[in-house]
């Protein structure tokens, strides 16, 4: 009986470690997975316009900047919360490993774990190619070139292929981010040929195109038209980004999907750029407001910006009819101007572009078409950064200083037609100027512009334009006055090279008003050159003055982003372009 007895309480106990066992490998078993919302989760965002390209150092549109991100991931980033740079595809951010007279030597390790979605691990000669392919003399977008041609070597470890050591100009102030802050492709799959290992670094940077020979224009040319196809820029997408693209219909949507065994799941604590909360992210091109507004309501859409300010703070006001909304806002690095080509005889002239200045009354605008939600900016310089020249104040709106200006200037109105003219080279000219114009606020700037300037005799002609239209105008200069919203990178220093000096102005460059001023020149090359904080900041100052003195442009407000939300989700903003970071958001 005591045998009995205790063979079956030998037998009750391993039932119950049995079912615990079980219940155990049971609650660990749905811990592992992942949570079905989340599985099942599909994010909508309205996105107004469709972008150009999806490929970082091609596309120029800003929109692209935040999907590019998702799937083909930086080696370094800022942080959106922080906004220092974190180590995305890297061990670490780059290091200092050597300094010359001339250059430091920069040094980081690409992650072993780190591989392209056909398996193969990403190794240092994917950046090598990447810098390379970015100075291709033909490429059309010349945006990263300026930023990496201070590179001057990059040595791969032959037994590490995964080490990189990058040697920046020491003279150059954003060595760090060129040694990691790009958008990291893979080789093999955007250059089979390998052609651009058939060309040196040095070369890429330094040999003017007129000692290349015939053969190898014909293969930078090659590869330049086969990189920019729609092969890569609308197709053939490859990254080591959490996300792939799923589908792209041209005008109505684009798909991103969540990879499956993504390399980088067992890191997404380090950062949030390396989370993926969506299973699929839909970008809907909805150009119509009202529409998108009611999607969100209905819940079909889960988040939008660019929302018209009036919109956006009649709904907020109204916020107890729509409790299935949230409102939001987030400052970012981003200001409103109005760009005046220089290149137009009329505009070469600095008493006239003072005098416009003179006729925007950007209180007003900041008022009553951006309901507040703006603050005023006097150059390209945002206050948050220490170098701001704080002794800078707005231009003021002062329409009889506007004329006063003209009329010192040699214009008047010698036929009495109503309209101001003056003899330039020879022949009489009419003060008349077109301006573009894309988006509701910018047109509503341009009727108020056009009624003030029409009061001293200025004739401004307002012209809207679709976005995609409105991009081939800039490119080939094509206006006298642009309406344009900035958005900079996140970066340690701001630098205004790309914008602002005069080997920038061709067509294709960012220096789309055509400045041509020595004095701006030599203010850049300092603030880059520049090995003492103290200097550089004096330089930043010099720069902002001078700039603010000869009125390329006129400078309005940076605006706040203002973000409609379903309440089905929860996110929060962040302080880069466009507010908000998609792979992060998750359902309520």
């Known amino acids: 009986m005591q045998v009995k007895s205790a063979t079956i309480t030998l037998s009750i106990s391993n039932m119950l470690l049995y079912c615990l066992t079980v219940a155990m490998v049971f609650t660990h078993m749905v811990a592992c997975k992942t949570d079905p919302k989340e599985s099942e989760f599909t994010l ?8 150009d390209c999806l490929h970082p150092i091609v596309s120029q549109s800003t929109l692209a900047t935040q999907i590019e991100a998702l799937v083909m991931l930086p080696m370094i980033e800022f942080s959106p919360d922080s906004l220092e740079l974190s180590p995305l595809l890297v061990e670490n951010v780059p290091e200092v490993s050597q300094t010359t007279d001339s250059s430091i030597w920069y040094r980081t390790t690409i992650r072993k774990e780190a591989q392209w979605d056909d398996g193969k691990s990403i190794q240092a000669n994917d950046y090598v190619f990447t810098v390379k392919a970015a100075l291709n003399p033909y490429l059309k977008n010349p945006s990263w070139r300026s930023f990496l041609k201070n590179i001057q070597t990059i040595q791969v470890d032959s037994s590490n292929p995964r080490e990189i050591n990058v040697e920046v100009s020491r003279n150059y102030m954003l060595g760090k981010e060129a ?3 790009v958008n990291l492709y893979p080789e093999h799959i955007y250059d089979p040929e390998r052609i651009m290992q058939t060309f040196s670094l040095s070369d890429l940077v330094h040999r003017d195109s007129s000692h290349w020979s ?8 090659r590869f330049a038209d086969q990189f920019e196809s729609a092969t890569y820029c609308k197709n053939g997408i490859q990254g080591a980004g959490p996300y792939r693209l799923k589908s792209w219909e041209s005008g109505s949507k684009i798909v991103l999907e969540r990879k499956q065994n993504w390399w980088g799941k067992n890191f997404e604590h380090l950062s949030p750029m390396l989370q993926s909360k969506p299973n699929t992210i839909e970008y809907l091109v909805m150009p119509d407001e009202a529409a998108s507004i009611l999607a969100v309501k209905e819940g079909s859409v889960d988040l939008m910006t660019d929302i018209s300010p009036k919109q956006y703070s009649d709904l907020r006001k109204d916020s107890v009819n729509n409790p299935q909304l949230k409102f939001l806002t ?3 690095f ?5 760009e005046l080509n220089l290149r137009n005889p009329i505009l070469s002239e600095w008493p006239v572009r003072k005098a416009l200045a003179h006729l925007a009354d950007v209180e007003t605008y900041i008022r009553d078409l951006m309901q507040g939600l703006a603050d005023p900016v006097t150059g390209p310089v945002l206050q948050s950064k220490p170098y701001y020249n704080r002794n800078l104040e707005p231009v003021k709106f002062d329409p009889v200083k506007s004329k006063e200006l003209l009329m010192q200037n ?3 109105d010698s036929d009495s037609d109503g309209w101001l003219d003056k003899v330039i080279g ?3 000219m009419k003060l008349s100027l077109r301006f573009l114009v894309s988006g509701a606020v910018s047109k509503n700037i341009a009727i108020l512009m056009k009624e003030e300037a029409r009061k001293i005799g200025i004739e401004i002609i307002p012209e809207t334009k679709e976005a995609s239209l409105l991009r081939n105008d800039i490119n080939s200069r094509n206006f006298d006055i642009l309406s344009a919203t900035i958005t900079q990178q996140v970066t340690s220093f701001y630098d205004p090279y790309q914008s602002y000096h005069s080997s920038a102005s061709k067509p294709g460059g960012g220096n789309r008003s055509g400045l041509q001023s020595p004095l701006v020149d030599s203010l850049i090359i300092g603030i880059r050159t520049a090995q003492q904080n103290d200097l550089r900041h004096q330089y930043y100052l010099d720069f902002q003055k001078a700039i603010y003195e000869l009125q390329p442009q ?11 939300v379903n309440s089905r989700i929860v996110m929060n903003t962040i302080h880069r372009r466009p507010g908000y970071l998609e792979n992060t958001i998750r359902l309520k």
């Open 44 to 51: 909508r965002i309205r996105i107004r316009e469709d972008v």
């Open 334 to 338: 981003q200001y409103s101007i109005l």
């Open 410 to 412: 040699g214009w008047s």
């Open 554 to 564: 006129i400078y309005l407000f940076s605006p706040n982003e203002r973000l409609l």
């Open 330 to 332: 987030a400052s970012h």
């Open 426 to 428: 020879g022949k009489k």
């Open 214 to 221: 015939v053969q190898e224009h014909e293969r930078l040319k």
């Open 179 to 181: 040694s990691g802050n």
